[in-house]
C-alpha cells in the first residue's frame, strides 16, 4: 500500500516541475531566434506586454464552462492531494513478517505505557508511536517521576523495556526519546 503512494508523491511534482520547465523554457524563447519556428498558435509576448492579453483572455471567456471546470477540478486533485499528504505519516496497523499479522499501534501504546507505569517510582506516562519511514518507528516516552525519585533510579528499567519492545518488533527500528518531569515538591504557603 506504500509503494503506489510513494509512486505518486514521485510522479506527481515531477511531471508538474517538468511541464513548468517546458514551459518557461519556451516562453524565454519566444523572444529570440527561436520565435520564428514556433507554431502559428503559441502565444508569444510582445516585450512590453503580458502572457494574456485581452484579446487571449475574453478568447477564454467565449469557450464558458470548460475553462471554469477545468480549473476547479485541476484546483480540487491538487487540494485532495494536500490532503492526502498530511495524513501520510500516519498509520494504524503495521505489517507483521508472518503471513496476514499486524499490529495496531495503538494496541503497541497502550502496552508500552502499562508497562512503564508498572515501574516503581513513576507517577504516570504518555507513549507517542509515529512511523517515520519504512522499517522505522519513532517514539516519544514521556514519564512522569513521583517526587522523591531520580531519574537515574529508573532509566534502567525504561531501557530494558524499551529493548524488550525492540526485540519484539524485529523488522522494524525503534527510535526512543524518552523525557522525564518530576512533581515539584510543594512548599508550604506561609500567610
Not at 519566444?30 to 520565435?35: D, F, I, L, N
Not at 528499567?157 to 515539584?184: C, G
Request: net charge positive; glycine share 8%.
Amino acid at each position: 500500500m506504500r509503494q503506489p503512494r510513494a509512486a505518486v508523491n514521485r510522479i506527481v511534482p515531477a511531471v508538474v516541475g517538468a511541464s513548468a520547465l517546458l514551459a518557461g523554457t519556451l516562453l524565454v524563447a519566444t523572444g529570440g531566434p527561436v520565435a520564428a519556428r514556433l507554431p502559428a498558435w503559441w502565444p508569444t509576448v510582445r516585450p512590453d506586454g503580458a502572457l494574456l492579453d485581452p484579446a487571449t483572455l475574453s478568447g477564454l471567456r467565449e469557450r464558458g464552462v470548460g475553462v471554469l471546470a477545468g480549473s476547479v477540478l485541476a484546483s480540487g486533485l491538487c487540494a485532495l492531494w494536500c490532503v492526502g499528504r498530511f495524513r501520510a505519516g500516519v498509520r494504524t496497523r503495521l505489517p507483521l513478517p508472518v503471513p496476514d499479522g499486524a499490529l495496531r499501534i495503538r494496541a503497541l501504546v497502550d502496552v508500552l505505557n502499562s508497562r512503564v507505569e508498572a515501574v516503581t517510582g513513576i507517577a504516570g506516562s504518555h507513549v507517542r508511536v509515529r512511523s517515520a519511514r519504512r522499517r522505522r518507528l519513532d517514539v516519544l516516552l514521556r514519564v512522569r517521576l513521583d517526587a522523591d525519585t531520580t531519574p537515574a533510579a529508573v532509566l534502567p528499567a525504561v531501557d530494558a523495556l524499551v529493548a524488550e519492545a525492540q526485540a519484539a518488533m524485529t523488522p522494524y527500528r525503534l527510535v526512543t526519546r524518552v523525557r522525564f518531569s518530576a512533581r515539584a515538591h510543594r512548599s508550604p504557603h506561609v500567610r
